[in-house]
């Protein structure tokens, strides 16, 4: 198929239904791809999980029970750690700039303050009741928490520098 303004030829890619992995410049059925590390990794599973069934049934028959009930979990999972989001249909390239992701956010900004405001007023009411080992533990939360604000900020701020 050649471009009408070029005239240079050009390939029409179909995204697949179920995604591509990509290796380097080639690119794989990310469903395909992902059945052989499944299929081992349920039978592996299924001769560990053997051993620790009860029944009298053999050993290897508990195994292909185990393997064959875990095979369609261990293909999903291995098939979401392999495709590439990119190759899939319809996704969003900036899936992470939702507004449930800013709703989010700005719970998790909300909660904390409340979980400080908390801490300092238990805080306070140990140190006035005379519960100075409560007073204590909380003004230790209290600066943990805070450590972990301030590093979380400065992780933000440096490692993600646009």
Known sequence: MKDEKSGKA???????????VRFGSRSMPALTTAL?????SSIVLGILLAGFMPQSVPWMVKALIVAVILC???VSLWWIILVDPNTLPGTNPHAEENIESH???????????IFIGLVSA????ASLM????????????LIAMLLILALSYAFVRFAHHE
Do not use: H, K, M
């Open 103 to 113: 709703w989010y956010g700005r719970a998790e900004q909300l909660s904390y303050r």
């Open 130 to 141: 005379g519960a100075d080992q409560w007073a204590l533990v909380l003004v230790c939360v």
């Open 72 to 74: 369609p979990i261990a």
């Open 10 to 20: 050009t390939v029409n890619v179909r995204p697949r239904s179920f995604g591509t």
């Open 36 to 40: 052989i590390p499944g299929l081992a």
């Open 122 to 125: 238990g805080c306070l009411l």
